[in-house]
């Protein structure tokens, strides 16, 4: 792509360095901005910066949150006794999304991945056992994608779990093999977690 300015191309590289975005999605929203009043630049800019500078995780389930505490986690009416394990915020946004769920999460941050230089120690799986170890956690529902690497996450956490009460169970695979959570639709997803099988049997059949 040939550009009449520097500039120009400076923005664009630095759009298209955004998952999902080509260059030439990155030049046509340069264009949009460029068209639109300085403030709108300027609120884009400065919303990103202080997500950046600002932004919190819950000291209890990683969720990304204002407070030290999320509100789903300092909500009294959540049972606290059920932690989904999720891969990302994504899955709990879409997880809340279906209202059919009211414990609490625990957001990992990615899933082991050895091909992506991804290790359990990368992962919020220390802090999940902590949780785990502190009693008050009687079910864990694994919620990740039914991938190899989410697969493989789900047997490393289980391991982990050898001799501490905990029930483990994995969401109702309605939703296909590489599916994304994120993407299924809410009834789907719903009743995925309500037909939710013990982790153990899930794992004789795959
Ligand atoms: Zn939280």
């Not at 899933?111 to 230089?117: L, R, T, V, Y």
């Amino acid at each position: 792509m040939e550009f009449s300015s520097k500039l120009l191309e400076n923005a664009v590289y630095e759009v298209s360095q955004l998952p999902g975005i080509g260059k030439r999605t990155a030049l046509r929203l340069v264009l949009h901005l460029l068209k639109q009043p300085l403030e709108r630049t300027e609120h884009l800019s400065n919303a990103l910066l202080k997500l950046k500078g600002e932004v919190n995780f819950c000291k209890q389930c990683h969720n990304i949150s204002d407070t030290e505490l999320c509100e789903i986690c300092a909500n009294p009416k959540r049972d606290e006794s059920l932690v989904c394990v999720v891969e990302d915020i994504r899955d709990v946004m879409a997880i809340e999304n279906t209202s059919q769920y009211n414990g609490l999460y625990h957001v990992l941050g990615g899933k082991i991945s050895p091909m992506e230089g991804i290790g359990p120690q990368d992962l919020n799986i220390v802090s999940l056992v902590n949780r785990v170890k502190e009693g008050t956690v009687k079910e864990l529902i694994f919620a990740l994608s039914s991938t190899m690497e989410g697969d493989t996450t789900n047997f490393y956490i289980y391991r982990q779990l050898e001799g501490l009460e905990v029930t483990t169970s994995t969401i109702a695979r309605g939703i296909s093999v590489g599916d994304e959570l994120e993407y299924a639709d809410e009834v789907t997803l719903g009743r995925s977690i309500l037909n939710r099988v013990p982790f153990e049997s899930s794992m004789k059949t795959t």
